[in-house]
Structure formats: C-alpha cells, structure tokens
C-alpha cells in the first residue's frame, strides 16, 4: 500500500464544492473517476479542506491509498490527461502512510479577493466579487486586526456548524490594494483579503469578509468587529460573501 500525496488547483465555479456529492460533480468525484480510469482502482482521496461550491484552489493538497506501482513524478501528467481542464495536478509524491492532507496539516490561507470598481473586470470575473461603490480600506483593514489570534468565531461561522469548538487561532490576516485601472475607471483596484489560520469553520472566511465590506462602507465602524467577535452571535456579523471569490491558496505542514 502506497499513500501518494498531491497538490491540485482548480477553478471551482462549476462545481459543487470538493467533496463528493450525489450528483457526482465535485472535484473529489473527479479526481476519484480520473484515478480509476488510470489504475482501474476505486480510492477515496482526502483533501486538506472541503471547499464549497464555487470556491477555488490555488494550492489543495490531497492524498489517497493506493497498490499501483506508478512512479510518483507520473502521477501529475497522467492525471491531468484524464481530468477536465478547470483541474490541474501540479505536483505528486509518495508521503508516509501515516501523513493526513487535513489532519496533519499545520497552517491554511485562504485568500479573498474584491473587485472594486465602476465596472466588473471581464477577465476575473470568476475570482473576485464586483463592489462598484468605493471602500474604506484603512477601516477593514483596522478591522482585520482583531481577528488575529485564539478566538471563539461563533460569530462569524453558519448556524448550521456542526463543530464542537468553534474556537481557531488566526496567525495573519492581511488586506492587499493593488491598483489595477480599467477604461474609463482610473481609481479601480483589487482588495485582496488573505488568512491564515490553524482550521476555519464553515463559511467562516466569506462572514469576516461579508463584515468586512460594511465596515468599508461606512455601516459600521471598524471597532465593531471586535465586539461582534466577543458577542459570540451569527446575528451580529455581516452577510456571507459571494463563494467566487474565495480562493484556498497555501496549505503548510511541518
């Protein structure tokens, strides 16, 4: 028995999320059915995090069981000729049996991108979320900062988190500007929220940025997130960002 570790990308706009679902679409049902069609082998193959639908990955890091003998620099290639353009394998190796995508994983970021200005940007269109109103960039970003650290995030996950402790540390938490005009529209930028943390609960990241984004509006004044994070309540935070524009970007062991 083999356990072959891998890292994939892949643009989740089309999907259901990646874990496997009935209606078999889903990043893991993919990679699953392009394994079999290689080896003939049925594996279930464990990600370090089970991003929802429409949620991408720049770096997800995989691992499955496997008795085929293939050497592990092949696996990239063959799977990716077997796998539909929107997922790609960037790296395989053979890890020690006892390595666990998720559970042996150390440290994950996550990055949220805005879009803001006038217009929406064809050309990212599926990444980041359009806000044509400006935002105030120096308030999210004192916001930000409150997160940073050991907390109870019950403010900030889905009601319907089934997690016994919904206490995480957050390591980082950083907001980007990158200028990035568009005709007719001198002032659009790219914000660029990134996180990083011990684990996230479910929709975790999108609520932050969902807050966030009143925060940038003016709804609500940066010293709020602090007290919406000790309130412990769902009802206290902003809406859940729109998934496209959340993206699993490094996954980090020891």
Same mark, same amino acid.
């Given at each position: 028995?083999?356990n072959?570790?891998?890292?994939?990308? *892949?643009?989740?706009t089309?999907?259901s999320? *990646?874990?496997?679902?009935?209606?078999?679409?889903?990043?893991?049902?993919?990679?699953?059915?392009?394994?079999r069609?290689?080896?003939?082998?049925?594996?279930?193959?464990?990600?370090?995090g089970?991003?929802?639908?429409?949620?991408?990955?720049?770096?997800q890091?995989?691992h499955f069981?496997t !008795? =085929?003998?293939?050497?592990?620099?092949r696996?990239?290639?063959?799977?990716? #000729?077997?796998?539909?353009?929107?997922?790609?394998?960037?790296?395989?190796?053979?890890?020690?049996?006892?390595?666990? =995508?998720?559970?042996?994983a150390?440290?994950?970021?996550?990055?949220?991108?805005?879009?803001n200005?006038?217009?929406?940007?064809?050309?990212?269109?599926?990444?980041?979320?359009?806000?044509?109103?400006?935002?105030?960039?120096?308030?999210?970003?004192?916001?930000?900062a409150?997160?940073?650290?050991?907390?109870?995030? +019950?403010?900030?996950? +889905?009601?319907?988190c089934?997690?016994? =402790?919904?206490?995480?540390?957050?390591y980082?938490?950083?907001?980007?500007?990158?200028?990035?005009?568009?005709?007719?529209?001198?002032?659009?930028?790219s914000?660029?929220?990134?996180?990083t943390?011990?684990g996230?609960? *479910?929709?975790?990241?999108?609520?932050?940025?969902?807050?966030?984004?009143e925060?940038?509006q003016?709804?609500?004044?940066?010293? !709020?997130?602090?007290?919406?994070?000790?309130?412990?309540d769902? =009802?206290?935070?902003?809406?859940t960002?729109?998934s496209h524009?959340? #993206?699993?970007?490094?996954?980090?062991?020891?």
């Open positions: 028995m083999r072959i570790a891998m890292v994939i990308g *892949y643009d989740g089309g999907y999320g *990646y874990q496997t679902q009935p209606s078999g679409n889903t990043i893991q049902d993919k990679l699953e059915a392009a394994v069609a290689l080896t003939g082998e049925t594996v279930k193959i464990h990600g370090s089970r991003t929802d639908a429409g949620v991408h990955a720049k770096a890091v995989v069981h !008795e =085929s003998r293939i050497p592990a620099e696996w990239s290639l063959a799977l990716n #000729t077997r796998l539909p353009d929107d997922i790609v394998v960037y790296k395989a190796w053979e890890a020690p049996l006892e390595f666990h =995508s998720r559970k042996s150390k440290r994950k970021t996550y990055r949220y991108c805005i879009q200005s006038r217009f929406p940007d064809l050309e990212h269109r599926r990444t980041r979320l359009h806000h044509p109103m400006p935002l105030d960039t120096a308030a999210m970003r004192q916001a930000l409150c997160i940073v650290g050991e907390h109870d995030f +019950t403010s900030f996950c +889905t009601v319907r089934e997690k016994d =402790s919904r206490v995480r540390t957050i980082a938490a950083e907001l980007i500007v990158i200028p990035d005009p568009l005709p007719g529209d001198d002032r659009a930028c914000i660029h929220i990134e996180i943390g011990n996230f609960l *479910y929709n975790m990241v999108r609520i932050l940025v969902g807050t966030l984004i925060i940038g003016g709804k609500v004044g940066p010293a !709020e997130m602090r007290r919406i994070l000790e309130a412990q769902r =009802s206290k935070a902003g809406p960002a729109v524009g959340l #993206t699993l970007w490094r996954v980090e062991y020891q």
